[in-house]
Nanobody, 123 residues
Framework: QVQLVESGGGSVQAEGSLRLSCAASGRTFNTYTMGWFRQAPGKDRDFVAAIRRSGDTYYGDSVKGRFTISRNNAVNMMYLQMNSLKPEDTAVYYC?????????????????WGQGTQVTVSS
């Protein structure tokens, strides 16, 4: 089992940058695929990015080229560097984990979740 805690959210103007962090507990962090999802008010929870234990990365179409996901297995941390932010990136961002059997962009397949961190981008 793993517990997840996000940090780094906040308010920024369009074209600005933020870096989100996800701290994971437990000794099996490197056996999980880690992901970032986001949810805006009244909308579904959308896939943002994921990184497998191998380091392979995957991105949602709307963030490709602007966001970068990374992980440090030595310290049980995952990160999301967000550049060129747009107002439509405004949402609560969630860190999630699933066993590293295969890649998935569906939030339904992720077993563990953080509490979320708000990101607000103003125009």
């Amino acid at each position: 089992q793993v517990q997840l805690v996000e940090s780094g959210g906040g308010s920024v103007q369009a074209e600005g940058s933020l870096r989100l962090s996800c701290a994971a507990s437990g000794r099996t962090f490197n056996t999980y695929t880690m992901g970032w999802f986001r949810q805006a008010p009244g909308k579904d929870r959308d896939f943002v990015a994921a990184i497998r234990r191998s380091g392979d990365t995957y991105y949602g179409d709307s963030v490709k080229g602007r966001f970068t996901i990374s992980r440090n297995n030595a310290v049980n941390m995952m990160y999301l560097q967000m550049n060129s932010l747009k107002p439509e990136d405004t949402a609560v961002y969630y860190c999630a984990a699933r066993p590293d059997y295969s890649m998935s962009t569906s939030y339904l397949t992720y077993n563990y979740w953080g509490q979320g961190t708000q990101v607000t981008v103003s125009s």
